[in-house]
């Protein structure tokens, strides 16, 4: 019995690492969120969730080690509702970023994004006016645009080895014209005009050499962001997966070991009940 309660404790200390997991999750996109992703709610729900299970996990090694038959209730009872929090964030992680990806280009190493190929609740947040110029404002702030410039003994880079280049979502829609307005290469925030189709694309005639300008009002720009958002959430969920699935295992051991704690405080032995109700005492006459 009281190494079953080592092992409940020594469950529930692991459960106190898996919160700080979640959490390191949580404080990662946080920083992601204030430089590069500059979406900056998303986070929250995530470490709410890791800190809890962090309180309730102490409450549960408490309850297993001192057999404390209420903190053990007490660790069984919000387990569960935080368990059916992080499915239910998972889902919503998922289904808020299941659309929308970036387009191959011919002989290009980046992709493009376009903000048709995205759709639903997020990307009807990050279009909202108000809401992307708070946005577009940290993209700015990040410097993201103006840390592109790369350059080889002196030489700066050339167009050939910039469009060879693994540009970043945010980079290739907020830090450059689209491929399709056919802008000549300067450097890699400098594009003059050029015999592109500027017509179809309304984003052709948004770009600006003004580096305070940009691409940052472009629809590109906005699909880049949402793509960005959709490759950290998508590396969180995973590991959040994995949390998941260890949380419920120790959840139901935790289950067992409430069941034997109240063995216990009724005064009954593991085990014995079921084998005296197997092999009743006989009468001796």
């Known amino acids: 019995m009281r190494s079953s309660n080592h092992l409940i404790g020594l469950l529930n200390f692991m459960t106190f690492l898996l919160s700080v997991v979640i959490l390191g999750g949580g404080i990662w996109l946080s920083s992601r969120a204030n430089s590069t992703d500059c979406l900056k709610f998303l986070q929250w729900p995530l470490i709410v969730i890791g800190a809890s299970i962090m309180v309730v996990s102490l409450a549960g090694f408490a309850g297993a080690c001192y057999r404390n038959t209420f903190l053990m209730w007490l660790y069984l009872f919000v387990m569960f509702f935080i368990i059916a929090a992080l499915i239910g964030f998972i889902i919503f992680a998922y289904a808020v970023t299941d659309k929308g990806s970036g387009r191959p280009v011919m002989n290009k190493g980046y992709l493009e994004y376009y903000l048709q190929d995205y759709s639903g609740w997020l990307r009807d947040r990050v279009v909202d006016e108000g809401y992307w110029a708070k946005i577009s404002s940290c993209v700015r702030d990040s410097k993201t645009c103006s840390k592109m410039g790369r350059s080889f003994n002196g030489v700066p880079e050339t167009y050939d080895m910039f469009s060879m280049r ?44 003004d580096q305070q300008m940009l691409c940052y009002q472009c629809d590109s720009c906005k699909a880049g962001v949402l793509g960005s958002l959709k490759k950290s959430w998508r590396k969180v969920s995973v590991i959040n997966i994995v949390v998941l699935i260890l949380l419920v295992i120790f959840y139901v051991i935790g289950c067992a070991a409430f069941r034997n704690n109240k063995k216990i405080d009724n005064d009954e032995p593991y085990g014995e009940a079921r084998m005296t109700k197997a092999q009743p005492s006989r009468i001796h006459l």
């Open 166 to 209: 693994k540009l970043s979502p945010i980079e290739s829609g907020c830090c450059k014209p689209p491929t399709d307005c056919g802008n000549v290469y300067v450097n890699e925030t400098l594009w003059n005009p050029g015999g592109g189709l500027v017509g179809p694309d309304l984003d052709c005639s948004r770009w600006s050499n």
